[in-house]
Nanobody, 116 residues
Framework: QVQLVESGGGLVQPGGSLRLSCAAS????????MTWVRQAPGKGLEWVSS????????SYTDSVKGRFAISRDNAKNTLSLQMNSLKPEDTAVYYC?????????WGQGTQVTVSS
């Protein structure tokens, strides 16, 4: 059974940091590019960042460049997103998904709220 389970969300003040994690199981994690996608209240899905299989290539949407860092640990089947200098506009449900551009599996999401 394929599972992607996100964790690490919460309430943080503007300028703060959070680290999201995504634990993968039930598929061969190491052969998939992996992606973080978010959905802000009342808005559609927004691609945030992707990382390829061997950690050699990453990509970010412009609004998070220099603030967010995606990483993966293929030995632990874990995807991470380090989020620094958080802004209120980063408030969203964050999802991890397997793939880069097209997605086979999705997690259930974790809520990130940036507010004072």
């Amino acid at each position: 059974q394929v599972q992607l389970v996100e964790s690490g969300g919460g309430l943080v003040q503007p300028g703060g940091s959070l680290r999201l994690s995504c634990a993968a199981s039930g598929f061969t994690f190491s052969i998939y590019g992996m992606t973080w996608v978010r959905q802000a209240p009342g808005k559609g899905l927004e691609w945030v960042s992707s990382i390829n299989t061997n950690i050699g290539r990453t990509s970010y949407t412009d609004s998070v460049k220099g603030r967010f860092a995606i990483s993966r640990d293929n030995a632990k089947n874990t995807l991470s997103l380090q989020m620094n200098s958080l802004k209120p506009e980063d408030t969203a449900v964050y999802y991890c998904a397997s793939g880069w551009g097209t997605y086979d599996y999705w997690g259930q999401g974790t809520q990130v709220t940036v507010s004072s």
